[in-house]
């Protein structure tokens, strides 16, 4: 099968590139490298490199296209790259006719909440990326070939992090949409583009709503160094259990923002790109939006704020928690009344966190830990929603 991954220099699109490609795919990497360079230009005063992505990693990795030859070398498998702006109708539409895919996963998205939420420039920079490459890719789709099945992420905060709604069913596309920022507005914005598209084209669109992902390490880019994945652990790009996992190996105390009992899905890499293929290999009816919530485990925070402190101590680490300063507008302390469990009905043996952080994530971490940059451990709280309480003057600038 043909598969397109867009994204594939990212953090999740890396690891499903080689993951399909070790599996027999025939996959075409597709990346602008934005995450690297051009969202630099949004760099505000007070908010260095962070910002930007390129200095961000915790070691640095090669750019996709690089990374590939190292993978042709070691696997023997040939993966093609493709450097294209998704948010050009006319890349999009050459894209797509020149690699004739039957699937196209899509990550190339801006993917940062707290980004989006650091001025009015960001908002609306996440909003027109996501949306349009999005929309480029559906009107493509219908174009050349709408047989093309679409695996879109999306994200559980397109629920809302409020419970507004006894339990939402997976698979339910009429659920009240609440994002809680302006990067979830814009993955409510895109299931809105899939269903509507999807309806009237007949298109093939299968809408994930992913949890917070955790973890690097996957059997593929754990085989050489020039294979590995990128891993960011500030508090822009960085997501919770990750920058936990190294305030927690750099024996800082793990800072959960407010009372800590507010409820996110999760999923380990290793599961999450599992679970894009197993939608590659169900795709959903011409016409039929399929909707999957891509998450294996509801913890809260402070939970999983436990979690990562007793795995540390399973590597001889004490680090307390310490609850700080929410620089986030939301309920601190609520269930997230969800349901899911497609991807085990159709063969996902899911990974739990705390086999996962013991058994392969704090170790592989702890290699890097005297690389970590103190100032982008330390300043977690970096971009702050209540901004706007400041007479909509940016606090840090
Ligand atoms: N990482 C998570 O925890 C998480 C959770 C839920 C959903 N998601 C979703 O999964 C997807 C991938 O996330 P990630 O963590 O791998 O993000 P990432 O930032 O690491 O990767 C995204 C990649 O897409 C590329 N890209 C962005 N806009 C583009 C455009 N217009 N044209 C071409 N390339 C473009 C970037 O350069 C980057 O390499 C995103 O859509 C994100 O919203 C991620």
Redesign the pocket.
């Given at each position: 099968m043909n598969v397109l991954v867009?994204?594939a220099?990212?953090?999740?699109?890396w690891a499903t590139t080689l993951f399909l490609s070790a599996r027999g795919y025939t996959v075409t990497a597709?990346?602008?490298?934005?995450?690297?360079h051009c969202w630099d230009k949004y760099r505000l005063r007070g908010y260095p490199t962070v910002v930007a992505g390129e200095n961000s990693p915790l070691y640095p990795v090669a750019p996709a296209e690089e990374r590939l030859k190292s993978w042709r070398g070691l696997s023997g498998y040939e993966v093609p790259f493709v450097r294209?702006?998704?948010?050009s109708f006319d890349e999009v539409y050459d894209l797509i006719k020149k690699t004739s895919p039957d699937t196209i996963v899509h990550?190339?998205?801006?993917?940062s909440a707290p980004f989006s939420n650091l001025s009015p420039q960001h908002a609306l920079e996440t909003v027109k990326?996501n949306t349009f490459?999005t929309y480029n890719l559906l009107e493509a789709i219908a174009r050349i070939n709408p047989a093309i099945h679409l695996v879109k992420?999306?994200?559980?905060g397109e629920y809302g992090y409020t419970p507004h709604k006894d339990v939402i069913i997976e698979g339910d596309i009429d659920f009240p949409k609440r994002p809680a920022s302006p990067y979830h507005m814009s993955?409510c914005m895109d299931s809105i583009a899939l269903e509507m598209m999807g309806r009237i084209y007949k298109l093939c669109v299968t809408d994930l709503h992913?949890?917070?992902?955790y973890g690097v390490a996957t059997a593929e880019t754990s085989m050489h160094r020039n294979l590995y994945n990128?891993f960011d652990y500030d508090g822009v790009w960085g997501?919770i259990v990750n920058r936990f996992c190294m305030q927690a190996l750099c024996g800082v105390p793990l800072t959960v923002y407010g009372a800590g009992g507010q409820s996110r899905g999760f999923i380990s890499i290793e599961d999450a790109i599992r679970c894009v293929e197993i939608s590659i290999r169900n795709p959903a009816e011409p016409g039929v939006m399929v909707v999957r919530n891509q998450i294996t485990e509801i913890l809260k925070v402070g939970e999983v704020a436990t979690l990562v402190q007793e795995a540390a101590k399973t590597l001889g680490i004490n680090v307390s928690i310490e609850n700080t300063y929410n620089p986030r507008i939301e309920n601190e302390n609520h269930l997230l009344k969800v349901s899911f469990g497609k991807f085990q009905t159709l063969g996902l043996t899911p990974h739990a966190m705390r086999e996962t952080l013991v058994g392969t994530e704090l170790k592989f971490l702890s290699r890097f830990s005297a690389g970590v940059d103190n100032h982008l451990l330390l300043n977690q709280s970096i971009a702050d929603w209540r901004k706007h309480e400041n007479n909509g003057k940016e606090s840090d600038v």
């Open positions: 867009l994204g220099d990212g953090y999740c699109g597709c990346d602008n490298y934005v995450r690297r294209a702006e998704l948010d990550f190339a998205e801006q993917r990326n490459s992420l999306g994200t559980m993955k992913q949890g917070v992902v990128r997501t």
